[in-house]
């Protein structure tokens, strides 16, 4: 663990309240860089997801090629994030972020000179979107697993992964509906460029970052034997196989529809890209709302219950959401999607991140990152096909009661382990032996 940050570590109640509970992984240096960095950094990040989208249907007017393009970038994560595992528990995360960072500001570059210089066309914009999805295959692993480096205390790891889901939904709200307006004033470029340029933030935060290394495994197997042994652990134990199983699930069928939010903002609302903005912003309302409530949970009890209603949440607000016609509905169905899917990832970051073992944390969140956006690439061709065939309202209905279904499979497997589950709380110490019912 980093000894830097219980130096800087601020004297607090050992029970906060209101804000100091909300906020409680801030009083640590190290991850107060980080979230600032990350802060300016995911705001370009959402203003180049927007304007890629817009840019892709404006050259297309192709629901399939929203999913191809989609799948070219997704697709890397569902191939190299295992990989990408053994390496993190391997080598030095601190710096793998620093060189993943870096490549990403490059990508962004390029992509804005392609835009401005009058070349874009979908062939390259395949290419940069798997340029992207391949560093974003090592960086995010990397990225899940280093807040622990970065956060002294267990008990604050949950608040700090929901700080981590607060921020990024925080720059979902600002981002796109920049992007919105830059786009419909001034074109994509500028977006590429923007986020191109806050790369610098997040860059400098990391290199201003007093960060003790780990001590390197001790009998490291060669990297296929640690690689089997990542699968073997993340899929061996039943409550962890049941929340990968659940994240991989709702990947394929849910996760897909921000691909058809071009085609709701311009065919269904009858708008343009400052409605496609204020449609993803819609998200991050419900999204941030939801990664603050985890934000305020004092701890781990109870976040069993917690992936269970979000998960139907989620399909809920999918299902509403094909019914939608007028913004201000459409609005309210996306919040309530927002807030459902976030709930449900950052309760599964939040579990598996606790009862991981730091030596195969990075394999463990390998298949994280692998579940939840490894098969949204090929959910995104399938709704884009879908959509083409039958329209996006029928595609999203379809997704949200596949979604819902899956949720009630998970209720019940999940609670058939409640004594498992217990049982990894004891021995990380988050509950006594006597304490059961709040799994």
Known sequence: MPTANTASTEQVSNDPTGLARIFRALRYRNYRLFFIGQGISLIGTWMQQVAMSWLVYSLTNSPFMLGLVAFSGLICNFILAPFAGVLVDRLNRHRILIITQSLAMCQALVLAAVVLTGHAAVWNLVVLSATLGTINAFDMPTRQSFVVEMVDDRADLGNAIALNSSLFNSARLIGPTVAGVLVATIGEGLCFLVNGLSFIAVIACLLAMTIT???APVGQADFLAGLKEGFRYSFGFRPI??????????????????????????????GDASTLGFLTAGIGTGALVGAIF???RKNILGIGKVIIIAAFLFGAGLVLLSFTRVLWFT???????????VSMMAACNTFLQTVADDDKRGRLMSFYVMAFMGLAPFGSLIYGALASTVGAPPTLLIGGMLCLAGAGVFAWKFTSVRGLVHAAYV??????????GQQ
Do not use: N
């Not at 699930?249 to 065919?267: E, I, K, N, Q």
């Not at 609005?331 to 899917?341: E, I, N």
């Open 427 to 436: 021995k990380k110490g988050i509950v006594s032996d006597h304490e059961r």
């Open 241 to 270: 196989r049941y929340i990968v199983l659940l994240l991989t699930y709702t990947s394929l069928v849910a996760m897909p529809y921000v691909v058809l939010l071009p085609v709701f903002a311009r065919d269904v609302l009858k």
């Open 331 to 341: 609005l309210l169905a996306m919040a309530l999607t927002g807030f459902g899917m």
């Open 213 to 215: 290394p780990r001590a």
């Open 294 to 296: 985890m934000a305020s």
